[in-house]
């Protein structure tokens, strides 16, 4: 019998996407960014898919995940069939946005990726010895100073996340101030408030670009100034971009790999009197973290350049692998006995912590001796005790960056010393002379996404300005020209000082 009512007819509209199989159980990994076990997560995929697990990256962006040791050092050592390029990402075509600095080495192949690559390498080389291992150990040494009265510090916020980028801005050239202000804006960026993350990352594109601009026009012995006078011809665009990854590839990694290593030293007494005994070398330690606690967990991305099959897995061209560096140190394909078993461990070089092949992190004796002084100059010092238990310390909610919240720790306090600090003189305030534009950038294909909308800001800034100092109409027969005053403008640098002071 019928009830008067007719079957709805299929309304007409855009045919749904065919999924693909595979993708239809990808899991969603962003969906498990606040689960306090990770480890567990990425042995629930091992046990689920093998080597290699198809994920949703975020919602509706599918990609691959690669679990295995062997997976993932062999992507990494294979440039040809995958590549850094986001260009190369099939979402990309969709106007998706990669994590990547665009143009920067870390986001280039091939011979673009050698001449982006080779000024940094050698920028670093030249800097480093004595003098830098007396910048680190100093600025060290003035951020204990801030908390050394108070008996008790937290030592994620105050020592491990300002000191990495303060000795950045040391080997850029520029004083105490602006090493606060960076290390300030990478904090705000790298926090949970997305709003602040914007402006802070908004405004280290202008610490950057400003940098340049400095070193371009007043160059001296320091890095930015290296990577502008590099036979490379790395544009001002260029070395900002170079700058701008170098902060976003250093930073937090070199950060939790120094508060990874004072958890343990805080937490596992066997570990702490190996390392104090000198039973255990630094570097060995250090070598011991990363690959029991490594600060990057996974890292997006790599492209196929054709169809390829990986661990079992058929992979289209274009599609996002993500380097999964804990999961492939937790392979049981490379592990004997006990995970955390200390002594097993000890002189094991086989962590994926500095990647591998052209990519591999040209950083890695910079941050080992920010490492290393970091954790002797503290503990050489304080003496500290954790605050707490070790169940009471929180990861932070992140699946690429596997660091603490917080390392609430106690010492004994040092007197206040005698005699009050004289408050720093203040610095005469920069005025740079307006130019009429800034020189405009050769052959750089790619530019930051920001950085884009910056340029344009900043040009039309420029042309204000450039306006005001250039006579309107041109004076006609007068003898002599008489050149137009400079006119002075702010420097950019000090604006951010007063906006984040
Ligand atoms: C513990 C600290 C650090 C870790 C664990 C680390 C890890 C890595 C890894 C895994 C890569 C390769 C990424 C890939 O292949 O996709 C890399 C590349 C890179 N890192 Fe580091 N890094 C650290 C510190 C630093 C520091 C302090 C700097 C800068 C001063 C730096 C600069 C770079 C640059 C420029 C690249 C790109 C190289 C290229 O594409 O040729 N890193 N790093």
């Known amino acids: 019998m019928s009830h008067g009512l007719s079957r709805p007819r299929p309304t007409p509209g855009p045919t749904p996407p065919v999924r693909c199989p595979v993708h239809a159980q990808a899991v969603p990994l962003y969906k498990s960014v606040h689960r306090p076990d990770h480890a567990l997560l990425w042995e629930e995929l091992r046990a689920r898919f093998g080597t290699v697990a198809p994920v949703e990256i975020r919602p509706g962006v599918p990609g691959w995940l690669l679990l295995g040791y062997h997976e993932n050092l062999n992507v990494l050592r294979n440039p040809a069939s995958f590549a850094t390029d986001p260009a190369r990402w099939r979402e990309s075509r969709e106007e998706r946005q990669a994590d990547r600095v665009h143009g920067a080495a870390l986001a280039v192949d091939g011979e673009r990726h050698r001449r982006m690559r080779a000024p940094i390498v050698e920028g670093l080389r030249a800097l480093s010895g004595r003098r830098?291992?007396?910048?680190?150990?100093?600025?060290?040494?003035?951020?204990?100073?801030?908390?050394?009265?108070?008996?008790?510090?937290?030592?994620?916020?105050?020592?491990?996340?300002?000191?990495?980028?303060?000795?950045?801005?040391?080997?850029?050239?520029?004083?105490?101030?602006?090493?606060?202000?960076?290390?300030r804006l990478c904090a705000a960026r790298n926090g949970g408030d997305p709003d602040t993350a914007a402006r802070a990352a908004a405004d280290i594109h202008r610490y950057v670009t400003a940098l340049v601009e400095r070193r371009r026009a007043e160059p001296g012995d320091d890095f930015v100034s290296r990577l502008l006078a590099h036979p490379a011809g790395l544009t001002d665009d260029e070395v900002a971009a170079e700058l701008t990854m170098l902060l976003r590839a250093g930073v937090q990694p070199t950060a939790h790999l120094v508060g990874n290593a004072l958890r343990l030293l805080l937490t596992r007494s066997e570990v702490?009197?190996?390392?104090?005994?000198?039973?255990?070398?630094?570097?060995d330690f250090l070598d011991y973290v990363m690959w029991a606690d490594p600060p990057l967990q996974?890292?997006?991305?790599?492209?196929?350049?054709?169809?390829?099959?990986?661990?079992?897995?058929?992979?289209?061209?274009?599609?996002?692998?993500?380097?999964?560096?804990?999961?492939?140190?937790?392979?049981?394909?490379?592990?004997?006995?006990?995970?955390?078993?200390?002594?097993?461990?000890?002189g094991n070089r086989a962590h994926l912590m500095w990647g591998a092949g052209p990519h591999g992190c040209p950083a890695q004796a910079l941050a080992c001796e920010i490492a290393i002084t970091a954790i002797d100059t503290l503990i050489d010092r304080l003496d500290p005790v954790l605050d707490g238990t070790p169940d009471d310390l929180r990861w932070r909610a992140s699946l690429s960056v596997h660091g603490l919240v917080s390392l609430p720790v106690t010492f004994r306090p040092e007197p206040a010393p005698a005699v009050p600090e004289q408050p720093a003189p203040r610095a005469r305030r920069r005025l740079l002379p307006v130019r009429a534009g800034r020189p405009r950038a050769q052959g750089a294909r790619y530019s930051a996404p920001g950085a884009a909308i910056e340029d344009t800001a900043s040009r039309a800034a420029s042309a204000r300005h450039a306006r005001v100092g250039t006579p309107t109409s041109r004076a006609t027969g007068a003898r002599y020209h008489v050149p137009a005053a400079e006119e002075a403008r702010p420097d950019p640098l000090e604006g951010l000082l007063t906006r984040w002071g």
């Open 298 to 346: 996974t890292l997006a991305a790599r492209y196929p350049t054709r169809d390829v099959r990986i661990g079992g897995a058929d992979i289209k061209e274009g599609e996002a692998l993500v380097l999964g560096f804990a999961p492939a140190h937790a392979d049981p394909a490379t592990r004997r006995g006990d995970r955390d078993a200390f002594d097993a461990l000890v």
């Open 272 to 283: 702490a009197t190996a390392y104090r005994g000198a039973a255990l070398p630094s570097v």
């Open 132 to 183: 830098l291992t007396g910048a680190i150990k100093q600025t060290a040494t003035s951020l204990i100073d801030r908390f050394a009265t108070r008996g008790q510090a937290d030592l994620i916020a105050d020592y491990a996340v300002p000191l990495p980028a303060m000795v950045l801005n040391f080997l850029f050239g520029l004083d105490t101030r602006y090493g606060d202000l960076l290390a």
